[in-house]
């Protein structure tokens, strides 16, 4: 605007052009449209101006014919789907019934089908493969064509898209025609080509993807689920429960176990691979879970019973293979691996029975009968204790291999294998001094055949049994009288293995079970020490030197297991009691208060013997020795009865029995019995055998081989082990009440067992007598109010 100077100011108004009105809009623009799109059915869509019509859908939706436009659409595509069903799909049928039935035959029909009938189906699949390819490329372009609308009137009247309505209609008019069975058909054929498929035939799977496609693309009506699920999915997994049932009654029939896992794991395999190229990703799980309801849940109990490949002729055959091919299908199913872990559990528990069996005082007997006068008396002998722990050791080794190798050492598995060994171990009441026997043969020296290392890697593998033991303080019972043993006559194969088992036991069951033990060692080398002092003081005193020369051991009444209270009867000879006597006065001269009990049942001696051949240094025990030296005031040809070397020796029967049983009835025998026999009898006569002979110079008796106590011995352990139960039960309810001054029974109870389980395990109705001793000695009380209560009385 220009401004005049002194000339007033004028506004101006500029009026808009007005507008220009479209001019009416063709009553043929449908048309145009309408014939586009029958172009691009036809697939002419390259003569067409996109951009024409483009403008004219955008036009019409601006003109607010956008209904007009939609619905126009979708009539047109509809009659072009109608054509296409009638037209194309219809005469692919080829032999089609249109009996509804034909959507429910059952995979047992569909083998039957002829091969020429196959081909066709899978001709109508590649129909059905073009007119799905064909109608989603055309509702493509028409999409494009109609995006304008898409974006504004499908909003505003709350319809679905272009493409989707195309889907449906897809749906509707093809998939689900009312006027021509193609659902029925669609789904007929697909379950027919699965079963060639599983009979081992080849099929088009390219074709099925598609088809599979096309089914996963179109949404159902009703659900949110789509065609897939509901026109074919189920008919799927229905028929296959069936023709998997089916299969299963037949293999079960005619393959071994092995067999039938392995077609099993086929089976599964295919179907995988089924889903991943021509199925539905969601439908493998589905179908997994029927394959293995059908082939492995229904038939558990068959596949782990069946005679002569089930799971106990996998275990006894040692076929790791099967048996990991039996976890990895059983895992699959909710009670497999508890029906596998019980059967190997109770195979477990038959196994161990049996060689319990194999040990048992009955059966022993019976075998006894059938050994000659040369046999071995086996149920007196180390060697039942020893074939007990080896087929135990192998029998664990077995299913240790198993649970590594085969079951993936599951921890649910190897709880229940031990079980069931902690079980039958405990159930054959030697297994404490089996095992404890057993390391005693493996720590003595001269052990053949192995070297350290060897025997330190079984007696890891003992540990393992041991752990097994619910009455360790029995064993411990066991293992002190063995290893008094080894230490006092000087069998050990080294210091060095003895304190590693020591530290293997300390390390299971802490350090108060093996202060006993430990303290046996400390004696050792405290009378080594002792016997350096003894020599010098017979160099250096004035006393007469003893003809025998002696090493003591000095053992501490609370570490050995010896019964100190009273020295074994035994009628040393005079030369050795006068040397027992210079010892005696020499320990006394130092240590004064204490007092020695002679232990010759413990002892060992050297003794010079001189044959008709040449003259032999034995090795034999204390009794043995006293035994010899009676047969050196006889005349050659003289004897004597067991009851006069009894009354001579005032050795106790069971004792002098088992010496003589050394001397005469052994390897070497220095003694000659009459009659000749292994048992030993009051009235059998014993002669010097002057006519012995041997290579070895040195010759060691050994003095009864570490046994099996007898029944009558066994009561006489398991007394003393009840005894001091009685002392380590009251021991641990005092500790405990001292420390909480009051509890209830069920508690105290509980409480007791739990620090007393390590050693044993003791039973209730125990527990509740030490406690009535307990109140008797008036250590606790009951309270006055509660008598389920007890109280510490300090």
């Known amino acids: 605007?220009?401004?005049?100077?002194?000339?007033?100011?004028?506004?101006?108004?500029i009026k808009a052009p007005p507008k220009r009105q479209h001019a009416p809009e063709s009553e043929d623009s449908w048309q145009t449209l309408a014939t586009a799109i029958t172009q691009i059915?036809?697939?002419n869509a390259s003569v067409l101006s996109y951009e024409e019509l483009y403008r004219i859908a955008y036009n019409m939706v601006m003109r607010k014919k956008g209904?007009?436009?939609?619905?126009?659409?979708?009539?047109?595509?509809?009659?072009?789907?109608?054509?296409?069903?009638?037209?194309?799909?219809?005469?692919?049928?080829?032999?089609?019934?249109?009996?509804?039935?034909?959507?429910?035959?059952?995979?047992?029909?569909?083998?039957?089908?002829?091969?020429?009938?196959?081909?066709?189906?899978?001709?109508?699949?590649?129909?059905?493969?073009?007119?799905?390819?064909?109608?989603?490329m055309s509702m493509r372009m028409i999409k494009d064509v109609l995006s304008y609308g898409d974006k504004w009137f499908v909003e505003y009247a709350r319809v679905p898209p272009t493409y989707e309505m195309g889907l449906a209609l897809f749906r509707d008019t093809i998939a689900r025609s009312p006027q021509h069975p193609i659902q029925a058909h669609i789904q007929k054929v697909m379950l027919e080509q699965i079963a060639r498929e599983r009979k081992g035939e080849s099929i088009d799977r390219s074709t099925l993807k598609a088809v599979t496609n096309m089914l996963l693309s179109l949404p159902d009506d009703k659900s949110n689920d789509s065609v897939y699920v509901v026109d074919f999915e189920k008919a799927f997994l229905q028929t296959s429960s069936e023709f998997y049932k089916i299969e299963s009654q037949m293999l079960i029939s005619q393959c071994d176990a092995p067999q039938y896992m392995k077609k099993v794991e086929k089976r599964l395999n295919e179907e995988q691979e089924r889903t991943q190229h021509y199925l539905s990703k969601d439908t493998e799980e589905r179908i997994r879970k029927i394959v293995e309801e059908e082939l492995i849940a229904n038939h558990i109990r068959a596949l782990i019973e069946m005679e002569g490949s089930g799971l106990t002729s996998m275990i006894s055959e040692n076929r790791i293979e099967d048996i990991n091919r039996m976890y990895k299908l059983f895992s699959r199913v909710p009670s497999g691996l508890k029906e596998m872990r019980e059967a190997i559990a109770s195979q477990i528990k038959d196994m161990g029975h049996e060689i319990n069996r194999s040990v048992d005082p009955s059966t022993l007997r019976s075998k006894e009968d059938k050994e000659d006068e040369k046999g071995s008396t086996l149920n007196n002998s180390s060697a039942i204790a020893m074939k007990w722990v080896e087929d135990l050791l192998q029998l664990k080794e077995k299913f240790d291999n198993v649970?590594?190798?085969?079951?993936?050492?599951?921890?649910?598995?190897?709880?229940?294998?031990?079980?069931?060994?902690?079980?039958?171990?405990?159930?054959?009441?030697?297994?404490?001094?089996?095992?404890?026997l057993f390391i005693d043969e493996n720590l003595k020296k001269g052990l053949k055949g192995k070297t350290e290392a060897e025997v330190d890697a079984v007696l890891d593998k003992t540990i393992t049994l041991f752990r097994f033991i619910k009455d360790k303080d029995v064993f411990e019972r066991y293992y002190k009288q063995h290893l008094a043993k080894r230490l006092l006559w000087g069998r050990s194969v080294s210091d060095d293995a003895e304190r590693g088992m020591i530290t293997k036991l300390k390390v299971e069951?802490?350090?108060?079970?093996?202060?006993?033990?430990?303290?046996?060692?400390?004696?050792m080398r405290i009378s080594a020490d002792t016997m350096v002092a003894f020599k010098e003081y017979l160099d250096v005193s004035q006393v007469q030197r003893p003809q025998v020369e002696m090493s003591v051991n000095v053992l501490s009444a609370a570490f050995w297991p010896m019964n100190v209270s009273s020295s074994p009867p035994c009628n040393f000879p005079e030369i050795l009691t006068q040397s027992c006597q210079t010892f005696e006065k020499f320990y006394f001269g130092r240590h004064s208060g204490r007092r020695l009990t002679w232990q010759p049942n413990m002892g060992t001696a050297d003794?010079?013997?001189?044959?008709?051949?040449?003259?032999?240094?034995?090795?034999?025990?204390?009794?043995?020795?006293?035994?010899?030296?009676?047969?050196?005031?006889?005349?050659?040809?003289?004897?004597?009865?067991?009851?006069?070397?009894e009354s001579h020796t005032g050795i106790q029967m069971a004792d002098l029995k088992r010496t003589l049983q050394s001397l005469a009835c052994a390897k070497y025998k220095i003694l000659v019995k009459e009659p000749k026999s292994r048992d030993v009898n009051p009235d059998d006569k014993f002669y010097f055998n002057a006519d012995f002979t041997c290579p070895l110079a040195r010759?060691?008796?050994?003095?009864?081989?570490?046994?099996?106590?007898?029944?009558?011995?066994?009561?006489?352990?398991?007394?003393?082990?009840?005894e001091e139960r009685k002392h380590q039960t009251e021991a641990a309810i005092v500790r405990i009440m001292k420390d909480r001054k009051r509890m209830d029974h069920n508690n105290l109870i509980a409480e007791v067992?739990?620090?007393?389980?390590?050693?044993?395990?003791?039973?209730?109705?125990?527990?509740?007598?030490?406690?009535?001793?307990?109140?008797?000695?008036?250590?606790?009380?009951?309270?006055?109010?509660?008598?389920?209560?007890?109280?510490?009385?300090a």
């Open 1 to 13: 605007m220009l401004n005049t100077p002194g000339v007033p100011r004028t506004r101006i108004r």
């Open 41 to 43: 059915h036809q697939k």
């Open 67 to 136: 209904s007009q436009l939609y619905n126009g659409v979708r009539e047109v595509v509809e009659l072009h789907l109608k054509d296409v069903a009638e037209n194309e799909i219809k005469p692919a049928f080829g032999i089609l019934s249109t009996s509804s039935s034909s959507a429910s035959r059952t995979s047992n029909d569909m083998p039957g089908a002829s091969s020429s009938m196959s081909d066709g189906n899978s001709s109508f699949l590649k129909v059905m493969k073009k007119v799905w390819e064909d109608h989603t």
């Open 403 to 436: 649970l590594e190798k085969a079951l993936a050492k599951d921890k649910s598995f190897q709880t229940g294998f031990n079980e069931a060994f902690e079980l039958f171990i405990n159930s054959n009441p030697r297994s404490p001094e089996f095992i404890s």
């Open 509 to 523: 069951c802490g350090y108060q079970f093996t202060t006993k033990l430990e303290g046996m060692f400390n004696d």
């Open 607 to 645: 003794v010079r013997a001189q044959f008709k051949a040449k003259r032999h240094e034995l090795n034999v025990s204390t009794y043995g020795m006293v035994v010899l030296l009676l047969f050196n005031d006889l005349a050659e040809g003289e004897c004597l009865t067991m009851t006069d070397i």
């Open 699 to 722: 010759i060691k008796i050994q003095q009864i081989a570490s046994r099996v106590e007898t029944d009558s011995e066994r009561r006489v352990t398991q007394d003393k082990v009840d």
């Open 753 to 793: 067992t739990k620090q007393l389980t390590p050693r044993f395990v003791p039973s209730p109705a125990m527990i509740k007598k030490r406690l009535e001793a307990l109140i008797d000695r008036e250590y606790l009380s009951r309270d006055e109010q509660d008598r389920k209560t007890y109280e510490y009385q």
